[in-house]
C-alpha cells in the first residue's frame, strides 16, 4: 500500500486474493484489473484509493471484507460478474447475491433509496461517499454498523427506522453537516456505540427513546 504515484495495475491470472492492505491509501491509482481466479479481497485492500472509478468483481470471489472499499470516494462504477455465487451488483452497489445485505453504495449518489429487502448494511458501505444528502433506511434494518456513514460530509439528516436496536461505534464519525437525527416513535434503539456521532459540530436534534439502555 502506499504507493501514490500508481495509476493502473493489471494483477496476474494466477492471483487468488488480495491481501490486508495491498493497495492501501494508493491514492493515484485509477484503473485495477482484477484476474478471474481471484477468490478474496481482503481487509483496506483498496481502502483510501480515492482516484479509483470503477472495479469489476469476478465470478470467483467468494469474500470480500466490508473495509474492502472504505474511503474510496470516487468509486462510482462497481460491477459484479452475473455468475458470481456470492455477491450482485445493481445500480453500481456492492450487494450479496440476494440484494439482502449491502456491501458498497456508489459515489455517485446524492439520494439513496435502499431496496425494500435490504436488511442489513455492513461497516463503511457509505465511506467516504462525498456526495451523498440523503438516505433512506429500509425498514428491516437492524443495526447500523461500525463506521457506516464516516465522512459523508454532506449528509445533513437521517431517519433512523424503528427495528434498529443498535447505532455502533463511529457510525455516523465527520458528518459535518449533519443537523438532525430522527428517532423513529416506536423504535427499537437500545444501543448508541462510542463516538458513534462524532465531529457533528452542527448537530440540533436527536431524540432518544426511552428504551435505550447503553450509550457507550
Known amino acids: 500500500g502506499g504507493c501514490t504515484l500508481l495509476k493502473s495495475m493489471v494483477i496476474p491470472c494466477q492471483v487468488k486474493k488480495c491481501s490486508v492492505g495491498v493497495f492501501y491509501e494508493c491514492s493515484s491509482l485509477e484503473n485495477i ?14 481502502a483510501y484509493c480515492v482516484s479509483l472509478r470503477e472495479i469489476y468483481i469476478p465470478s470467483a470471489v467468494k469474500k470480500i471484507d466490508s473495509s474492502a472499499f472504505q474511503g474510496c470516494e470516487s468509486l462510482v462504477n462497481i460491477v459484479v460478474a452475473d455468475n458470481n455465487a456470492k455477491y450482485s ?20 449518489y446524492e439520494t439513496f433509496i435502499a431496496p425494500e429487502l435490504l436488511s442489513d448494511i455492513q461497516s463503511y458501505a457509505f465511506s ?16 447500523i454498523e461500525d463506521y457506516t456513514f464516516g465522512n ?65
Open 33 to 46: 484489473h482484477l484476474p478471474e481466479n481471484l477468490t478474496s479481497i481482503d481487509a483496506d485492500s483498496f
Open 89 to 108: 451488483s445493481d445500480d453500481n452497489c456492492l450487494y450479496d447475491k440476494y440484494q439482502t445485505s449491502l456491501l458498497r453504495c456508489s459515489a455517485e
Open 128 to 143: 467516504g461517499c462525498m456526495k451523498l444528502q440523503k438516505v433512506f433506511l429500509p425498514k428491516y434494518l437492524l443495526k
Open 152 to 216: 459523508c460530509q454532506k449528509l445533513d439528516s437521517i431517519d433512523i427506522p424503528e427495528n434498529v436496536i443498535a447505532i455502533k461505534k463511529c457510525a455516523f464519525e465527520n458528518c459535518k453537516n449533519l443537523v438532525s437525527v430522527n428517532i423513529a416513535e416506536n423504535s427499537s434503539l437500545r444501543k448508541i456505540g462510542a463516538y458513534a456521532f462524532k465531529e457533528k459540530k452542527k448537530l440540533e436534534n436527536i431524540n432518544l427513546p426511552d428504551i435505550l439502555t447503553d450509550i457507550c
